[in-house]
């Protein structure tokens, strides 16, 4: 089993900042990539950023020196640092990660959806 819990979302000024966090809990053999998407109602959910076991981080352009994403892996949690959020950053956030989980002999791999977080960015 692979559960998630997600937290930091909600209501900010143009500007603000907010910090997600997802922490990822279960039979968990090793979480390899960990990413947070978002979407938008009759859009396609689109990624944002993504990192690595190793910390190699990936950005789509439109957060690029806005959003910062980290883990810790001693805690299974992955966060999202956003700064200087405007209104095309509302959506729902949703934490991934690909993650091996059970026995370690015969574990599963898989990639595991978190249940979403609204951030809503409006004056």
């Known amino acids: 089993q692979v559960e998630f819990a997600e937290s930091g979302g909600g209501f900010v000024q143009p500007g603000g900042s907010l910090r997600l966090s997802c922490v990822v809990s279960?039979?968990?053999?090793?979480?390899?990539?960990l990413g947070w998407y978002r979407q938008i109602p009759g859009s396609q959910r689109e990624l944002v950023a993504n990192?690595?076991?190793?910390?190699?981080?990936f950005y789509v352009d439109s957060v690029k020196g806005r959003f910062t994403i980290s883990r810790d892996n001693a805690k299974n949690t992955v966060y999202l640092q956003m700064t200087n959020l405007n209104p095309e950053d509302t959506a729902v956030y949703y934490c991934?990660?690909?993650?091996?989980?059970?026995?370690?002999?015969?574990?599963?791999?898989?990639?595991?959806w978190g249940p979403g977080t609204q951030v809503t960015v409006s004056s």
């Open positions: 279960g039979n968990i053999v090793k979480i390899y990539g």
């Open positions: 990192i690595d076991y190793d910390g190699s981080a």
């Open positions: 991934n990660a690909d993650v091996s989980w059970g026995a370690i002999a015969m574990a599963a791999r898989d990639t595991y």
